[in-house]
């Protein structure tokens, strides 16, 4: 009786060997997926990332999300970045008591180091909002945003003329109303000339997605998942929302010839807070999935297995679009404000491109990090680029929709 029960027992272990060694083959045969030509470089410099990365998620639960999903910031907190494996901190008073109050919140990380400013995150978003309200009738200002590590406002024009647009500042009083008098930096502005960029939009998704018509130019598919509307939990996915509307046609979206979404949630106007729309499933062709496409052939595959709000300045990012396949970036600004042609949006991540190229015909196609090969953290979808002035990107950070959407991650 014995010799039976172990051989039973032997029998029984074989079989989860034998599953064991299945599961690793399959696993083997995924792994064999080539990954995009600079990938590398990007996984080396995310891995060195990862724990600032990390507390920097840990220091956002000290920010408020507005109802519009513009955000506000504690009263001494300057910005913050990250600079090889530290994430620096700026805050407005001094180190040691700056540190103090910030430890307790961040004890489990060694890689963070703590900086002083002299104006406020908030000071200076309120600061460049009025002075753009106050100008921009009389100069292109195309862009702006706080450069963190400056603790600067920047200014980009299309044409600049900077004895002009200077003397125009110094007649502002905004500033001097925002800060209650506090003495204002004769440089806290810095001006730069910048071309107009363009929302990349003409196009084949993602996935291959066309609007209005089974040909018509369309978004990328971002990323799948299940959002809010009318107490309905509604399956779909989310793409920019620019060219798209929420009737006549360019509120249906089509795959492969057949319809296969409904524009339900969109945001796309004039000085709103990011570029996105929520769309729901149409029809039982096509299934949602945590897929995105790492390759334009095809062939590479990658997974959304979690999410990320936002990336701080310094940040390396990846970001695939049908049209130009997959691409790096590093992030110089977040919560910028850019100028379209006749149009500005605002609560947007600008990023400057390390590898690869984007344009036209990648709207909407999803930004994302990690550090292990094919699982990633989903962080935005792609608005638009100004390739011709540096390599420019812009991305709407997850943040701008994560009240309405949730990400599939399995």
Known sequence: MKMKHLIKRAAGLFLIIAFIATMNAGMAADSIQQMPEGFAEYSRIAEQQAQALEAYTVLRTTFTVNEDRSESYPDDYAGAWI?????????????????????????????????????????????????????????????HHVDVKANKIYLGLLEVNEKSFFASIA???????????????????????????????????????????????????GVCGTFRYNGLII????TSGHNLALSGDYQR??????????VMLLQFQNYGVGDWAAVARVG?????????????????IGYITGTIDDLPVGSVVSKYGAAYGYATATVTAQNASEAFGNITLNGLTKAVLRQGATGNGD???PYFVGTTSFNFNFVGVHTGSNVSNGGVIWFTPYVRFSHVFTVRTY
């Open 83 to 143: 600079d090889g494996s530290k994430l620096h901190i700026a805050l407005t008073q001094d180190k040691r008591d700056a540190s103090y109050r910030y430890n307790e919140l961040l004890k489990a990380y060694g890689c963070v180091v703590f900086e002083t400013a002299k104006y406020s995150l908030n000071e200076l978003d309120k600061i460049r909002f009025a002075v753009f309200e106050e100008l921009k009738d009389d100069f292109p200002i195309v862009t």
């Open 171 to 221: 007649k502002s009083d905004a500033a001097g109303k925002i800060l209650s008098g506090k003495s204002v930096a004769e440089d806290l502005f810095v001006v730069g000339e910048e071309a107009s960029s363009n929302l990349d939009a003409d196009f084949v998704g993602g996935m291959a997605l066309n609007a209005a018509y089974v040909g018509g130019p369309g978004p990328n598919l």
């Open 235 to 238: 399956p779909g996915f989310i």
């Open 253 to 262: 979206l089509f795959l492969s010839g057949s319809q296969v979404g409904t």
């Open 284 to 300: 039982t062709n096509y299934t949602e999935s945590n897929k995105i496409y790492l390759s334009t052939s095809g062939n590479t």
């Open 363 to 365: 709207s909407g196609g």
